[in-house]
């Protein structure tokens, strides 16, 4: 038997396929239908608050998310049900002041929810150590270690006696404490007494939280100590963090302990017999061989990793591979070698069903053909990967500067990026707004940020202004979570 998703469910869907103003439409709707149904102040009133308040932080729009918790917390509660929410309420949005960087509103709240939680479960409830554990980790992230450091081992213990699956995520962030008093003591404490779920859930919460700074490195080296020890070597725990290792090393500059986690990655899989983990592993290793300077150790890695993908069999992984072995021989200057990859790598890729791959090989062969003076070939291959891509795909922004550079006749440089993304964030504000309401919509980007002059056709009631800012602040989101740094050089 089947059930249909709720609402939020369907929202929460929506956000996973970047369809941000999508999921946000959904929860307005739910919303108005709350306060229709059961009026304004009512506790479902409060729950549709904090389910949109929900979306928006997941959608990065903290301010917005802020408000609507605030509006839930106003709620006045109306049983024990309704009461027990309000607490929820009141964590979220002390959570989300601290998100927003508004520290000094945070700790207000989540000191004010401490003291509310210990009325309403006393002090021996797993409840009451469920307020306690956001509020060590805002002294932590405001310096004050010892404060921090009394409110979590609180938690633990509390988390602990009553045996809750919660205590993972305590003894994560008690280790990052410890870890910032720079004292000597352990910092995985326990672990040999927790099921095997329980000690993964403290390898992920601990990664979540890392800082990308080189004081994080240490907490991580013995984060993957523990995991070794107590799930193995080979344990999937293990790996994620060997692979968030590889990653931290990549933003600190620490090419060698890179490579070195990205070996142990892909040596446990190929134990393992994990071939398409390995391959992505063995890509890994290429581009980090290749970015330390190293580009011969790297083209070799990348011809083993597409006799990985011959054994494997799909076009795809061919395509991908090809692809990238392409942009690493273009780089070390074997012209010839890279063509034939990147030209292969179109065709694997058009044997799949996925056409993503297809679209991102296009775009690589395009901006070579460029690069070559090739333009006419280049505006061909180009027109056919932006015609299967997400517009608003990196890659795909990528390529379509790139093709206006080709339009012009440029052989080099990727035309108007600024303007490219800025008619891309154009387009997205305008598809989603009353057909009759906008006269103009210019967009352009200064200093790294949308500068936005609206001309309106006609007044708009207070219910339009209230949609055209939420769907300018949904486009800032949007774009901040779908575009990256550009992916080629151009």
């Not at 927003?100 to 309403?120: H, I, T």
């Amino acid at each position: 038997m089947t059930t249909s998703l709720t609402p939020v469910e369907v929202a929460f869907a929506l956000l996973r396929e970047g369809r941000m103003g999508d999921a946000e439409n959904l929860m307005t709707r739910e919303l108005q239908a709350a306060a229709d149904r059961h009026g304004h102040g009512s506790p479902q009133w409060a729950s549709a608050q904090c389910d949109l308040g929900n979306v928006l932080l997941n959608a990065d729009q903290l301010d917005r998310a802020v408000e609507c918790y605030r509006r839930a917390v106003s709620a006045t509660p109306r049983d024990h049900e309704s009461r027990k929410d309000q607490l929820t309420y009141r964590l979220n949005l002390g959570m989300a002041l601290r998100m927003a960087g508004r520290l000094d509103e945070a700790e207000a709240e989540l000191r004010q929810g401490v003291q509310e939680r210990l009325a309403f479960y006393g002090r021996e409830h797993a409840g009451y150590a469920f307020g306690l554990e956001p509020l060590a980790d805002l002294l932590r992230q405001r310096g004050d270690v010892a404060g921090a450091r009394q409110v979590i081992e609180e938690a633990v213990a509390n988390l602990w006696r009553n045996g809750h699956e919660r205590v993972a995520s305590a003894l994560a962030l008690r280790a990052a404490i410890v870890h910032a008093g720079g004292t000597r003591e352990p910092l995985f404490v326990g672990l040999q007494q927790l099921p095997d779920e329980v000690v993964e859930e403290v390898g992920q919460v601990v990664t979540q939280m890392l800082d990308h700074d080189p004081a994080s490195k240490p907490l991580l080296t013995a984060l993957v100590a523990a995991l070794e020890e107590r799930l193995g070597i080979d344990h999937q725990a293990t790996l994620n963090a060997l692979s968030t290792l590889a990653n931290l090393g990549r933003d600190l500059g620490d090419q060698a302990g890179r490579i070195d986690a990205i070996e142990r990655v892909l040596a446990s899989y190929d134990r393992q017999g994990r071939q398409e983990e390995a391959l992505m592993a063995a890509l890994g290793l290429a581009m980090a061989q290749d970015e330390t300077g190293d580009a011969e150790t790297a083209l070799r890695t990348y011809a083993s990793a597409y006799a990985r993908a011959e054994r494997i069999g799909r076009p795809e992984l061919r395509s991908q591979v090809l692809r990238n072995w392409g942009l690493a021989l273009k780089e070390a200057g074997h012209v010839g070698l890279a063509e034939q990859r990147l030209t292969e790598a179109v065709n694997q890729a058009r044997r799949g069903t996925d056409r993503e791959p297809v679209g991102r090989a296009c775009i690589a062969l395009g901006l070579f053909l460029q690069h070559e003076a090739r333009l006419p070939e280049a505006r061909t291959v180009l027109e056919e990967g932006l015609a299967v891509m997400d517009p608003v795909h990196p890659d795909a922004i990528i390529g379509r500067s790139h093709l206006g550079a080709v339009l012009d006749g440029r052989t080099c440089g990727c035309g108007d990026m600024a303007g490219t993304i800025a008619d891309a964030f154009r387009e997205f504000v305008i598809t989603r707004l009353p057909a009759d309401l906008l006269d103009r919509l210019d967009v352009a980007i200064v200093d790294g940020d949308f500068k936005i002059e609206v001309g309106l056709r006609r007044e708009p009631t207070q219910g339009e202004l209230d949609r055209l800012n939420e769907v300018f602040q949904t486009a800032h989101a949007e774009f901040r979570h779908r575009i990256s740094e550009p992916r080629y050089a151009g």
